[in-house]
């Protein structure tokens, strides 16, 4: 068992989550509702907005995983910056009225998804695997879709349901609004990159490796070819035995986000059976693509995980040289919370429209990136499939910002070709997510 903390710093991954009488503090105010940490907005660096981790990122046991998602709560997001200089009039920070993040046809457009989007996914279902229950996953992500003119996807149409590890509809382990916050995230971006395809909820009753790796098993059991995990924790010697227990699954593309505390790595991101998922900043351009993006880093304890694995091995696909082992991570999509995503969620708070960041938002990006690209073939290992040469000429190149100091430097540091934080970079179509 692996207990995680939503502090993070630089330090060795084996030892990058010492909790701290401070810290202590810090969280208690965090779960109230009182605390906030200012950092400076990445897409107007003389701007200010204010977000905490969602009370999710504080384990409530022993042992168990911090789920990777940040909620803004304060100052405006580069969406709402964009909105102002259209039309003039500057948005409410922190107004639950209405959406305050890109949205999908921005995702679409930033990862060159649009055509595929609206032609294909049909037929394929896209797994979310997270713990504990959201009682009102099937409400809000009807609200989610209906606002952006997304196609319905409920129980009674098929395209969506709701299990526990067991894969039972009826008992369902019991609600956490922190984690309902994960959950809303993460279907509402797998409905945003795929909007034709199906999802199945899948909830562990715990968030510990083995109920959440179970839970990764009953999806696949239950037929998803792409399972996205939005969560991770201090790597152990045990996870190895995790790797073949729960993420060896040929055909299944299996995204896990990268983390949320800077440089160092993470498990299961850290899995050679997976794609990890790093995080970048997205902001609108004036190039040729309409769009930039960066490493994500808030501070010297949030931004994109990356680092070099201590116990997985590397993936035979892998070849960078300056990391014997597993290297985080693969491919990357938008993280910054300061260049968020709009979701809807009611569980737990004011029900409504709230920005997002952290790499539980890339995750389900990416996974529903794979179900666009489309079924892969058996026996594959769809993490292999960015470091084709297709693949790496399909995928828009991230080469500034950094995660934090590490040597060799491209494990933290962006480049031009593969490094640490944005993996090969960013989606630009599906070509680089198929066999």
């Not at 109230?32 to 990445?42: K, P, W």
């Not at 032609?119 to 009682?135: C, F, H, Q």
């Not at 997976?274 to 902001?283: D, P």
Request: charged fraction near 15%; charge should be negative; glycine fraction near 12%.
């Amino acid at each position: 068992m692996r207990t995680t903390h939503p502090v993070r710093s630089t330090a060795a991954p084996g030892h990058r989550r010492r909790l701290t009488a401070a810290f202590v503090a810090t969280a208690a105010l965090a779960l109230s509702g009182l605390g906030t940490a200012a950092h400076a907005d990445t897409a107007t660096p003389t701007a200010k907005a204010t977000w905490t981790a969602t009370p999710c990122a504080t384990p409530k046991h022993h042992g168990e995983l911090a789920c990777d998602s940040f909620r803004v709560t304060g100052g405006l997001t580069a969406f709402q910056k964009q909105q102002a200089a259209r039309t003039g009039i500057t948005p409410k920070a922190a107004d639950a009225t209405s959406p305050s993040g890109y949205g999908p046809s921005d995702l679409q457009s930033a990862y060159g998804l649009t055509s595929a989007a609206s032609s294909n996914g049909s037929g394929e279902t896209i797994a979310i695997v997270d713990a504990y229950d959201d009682p009102n996953a099937a409400a809000d992500l009807a609200k989610y879709r209906s606002y952006y003119g997304l196609s319905a996807c409920t129980t009674s149409n098929g395209c969506f349901t709701k299990v526990s590890q067991t894969g039972s509809s009826t008992s369902l382990p019991s609600a956490d609004s922190g984690w309902a916050e994960e959950e809303s995230l993460d279907l509402d971006m797998a409905s945003a990159t795929c909007p034709n395809c199906n999802i199945l909820l899948v909830e562990a009753k715990s968030a510990t490796t083995a109920n959440l790796g179970t839970a990764v098993n009953e999806a696949v059991k239950l037929g998803a070819k792409y399972v996205s995990n939005s969560y991770g924790g201090s790597e152990s010697s045990s996870d190895t035995s995790y790797d073949s227990s729960y993420f060896n699954h040929p055909g299944v593309a299996i995204t896990v986000s990268a983390g949320d505390g800077g440089y160092g790595a993470e498990y299961p991101a850290a899995s050679k059976y997976v794609t990890a998922v790093g995080g970048t900043a997205l902001s609108k351009s004036s190039s040729s693509r309409g769009w930039t993006e960066s490493v994500w880093k808030t501070s010297s304890t949030e931004g994109t995980g990356s680092g070099c694995s201590a116990y997985d091995a590397k993936p035979a696909w892998q070849t960078d040289t300056g990391c014997g082992k597993r290297t985080i991570s693969d491919v990357s999509a938008v993280a910054d919370p300061a260049t968020g995503v709009s979701v809807y969620d009611s569980y737990g708070v004011t029900a409504g429209w709230y920005t997002f960041g952290g790499t539980s938002a890339s995750s389900p990006i990416i996974a529903g990136v794979y179900a666009l690209a489309g079924t892969p073939s058996s026996g594959s290992y769809p993490a292999r499939f960015p470091y084709t040469a297709a693949g790496t000429s399909a995928l828009n190149d991230v080469t500034s910002g950094n995660n934090g100091t590490c040597s060799p430097s491209y494990l933290c540091t962006a480049r031009s070709g593969y490094d640490g934080p944005t993996g090969w970079g960013t989606p630009d179509g599906t070509s680089a997510f198929t066999g």
